[in-house]
């Protein structure tokens, strides 16, 4: 089956502007977190979404925000782009359990200049 | 993750045995999960522990001791594809997962 899809997988985009990310998750799963990536700071949980809820946040300002649709898909958005917001955003979907593992996407690399 | 400690970098030769530590100190959670993550790559599931114990599968297996704040992953027969970075996360409350700074394993023939 398909796996963990996002878009698009680069993004190059001025100090002050705002991104829209994309996730689809694997068919069936209803759970989608999102992950910062960066050399100095490592993967950082940003939020989880789970039936179109809000769960669990992360330490990151409100610029950082997300949503999820009816079909799972989920999308994040990033406000007021700073340099340091430059970073591998990953996300993730996971289905019944933990035991099952989390499936990353492949990322989109976004670059703020 | 600031609670979660592992080594930096470790070197092991082809067919060798090679064993990731990893501490924290953060003890409610709900499981420990080994990633492998290639370079440029996302990150894939390698192992979950729950209860103390070894898991195995195939050339990798992990361990937990929750009394101990400890697990490691071993992994055997070191294939030069193994040469990736190893990240230690704890599974929280909603799907979180708190990862350490990876451990980058370079295997050399």
């Known amino acids: 089956k398909a796996g963990v899809t996002q878009t698009p997988r680069y993004l190059i985009k001025t100090r002050g502007q705002q991104v829209t990310l994309s996730c689809s998750p694997i068919?069936?799963?209803?759970?989608v977190s999102w992950y910062q990536q960066t050399p100095g700071q490592g993967l950082q949980f940003l939020f989880e979404y789970f039936s179109e809820t809000q769960r669990n946040k992360g330490n990151f300002p409100g610029r950082f925000s997300g949503r999820q649709f009816s079909n799972s898909r989920s999308e994040m958005n990033v406000s007021t782009l700073e340099l340091g917001d430059s970073a591998l955003y990953l996300c993730?979907?996971?289905?019944?359990?933990?035991?099952?593992?989390?499936?990353f996407g492949s990322g989109t690399r976004l670059t703020v200049v | 993750g600031q609670n979660i400690d592992q080594p930096t970098e470790m070197t092991a030769t082809e067919g060798a045995i090679v064993q990731i530590n990893c501490t924290y100190q953060t003890s409610g959670f709900n499981g420990l999960f080994w990633y492998q993550q290639h370079a440029g790559e996302a990150p894939t599931f390698l192992s979950y522990n729950v209860l103390d114990g070894l898991e195995e599968k195939g050339r990798f297996s992990s361990f937990l001791s929750r009394s101990k704040g400890y697990s490691y992953l071993l992994l055997k027969e070191l294939q030069m594809k193994d040469s990736a970075s190893y990240l230690c996360a704890q599974g929280e409350y909603g799907n979180k997962l708190v990862f350490g700074a990876g451990t980058i394993l370079r295997v050399k023939s």
């Open positions: 993730a979907s996971t289905g019944q359990g933990a035991r099952d593992g989390y499936t």
């Open positions: 068919s069936g799963h209803r759970s």
